[in-house]
């Protein structure tokens, strides 16, 4: 079982950059589909990005162009590097690993991202 720990999330203004880390225990690690999501209260979860074993990404439409996921399978570590910041991208963000042909599962305590002036 791998558990997934974030951090780097913080306060920064419109435009601004923050680079999110998912911190993997675990010998399965390289195994998994890793993603990033994000939750606003009183709204669904949603995918924001992830990354497979061999490195194919996804990002959510909304994200494209600003946000790079990346992983170091040899720090069990996978990245987010959130660029142009806005308002919008306000929520809580949780990393969440999944096999190729699994469920998202091993949540995160998700961490705080705040796009504000």
């Known amino acids: 079982q791998v558990q997934f720990v974030e951090s780097g999330g913080g306060l920064v203004q419109p435009g601004g950059s923050l680079r999110l880390s998912c911190a993997a225990s675990?010998?399965?690690?390289?195994?998994?589909?890793v993603g990033w999501h994000r939750q606003v209260a009183g709204k669904q979860r949603e995918l924001v990005a992830s990354?497979?074993?061999?490195?194919?990404?996804y990002y959510t439409d909304s994200v494209k162009g600003r946000f790079t996921i990346s992983r170091d399978n040899a720090r069990n570590t996978v990245y987010l590097q959130m660029d142009r910041l806005k308002p919008d991208d306000t929520a809580v963000y949780y990393c969440?690993?999944?096999?190729?042909?699994?469920?998202?599962?091993?949540w995160g305590q998700g961490t705080q991202v705040t796009v504000s002036s």
């Open positions: 969440s690993g999944r096999l190729l042909t699994g469920t998202w599962g091993s």
């Open positions: 675990g010998s399965r690690f390289s195994m998994y589909v």
């Open positions: 990354i497979t074993p061999g490195g194919t990404m």
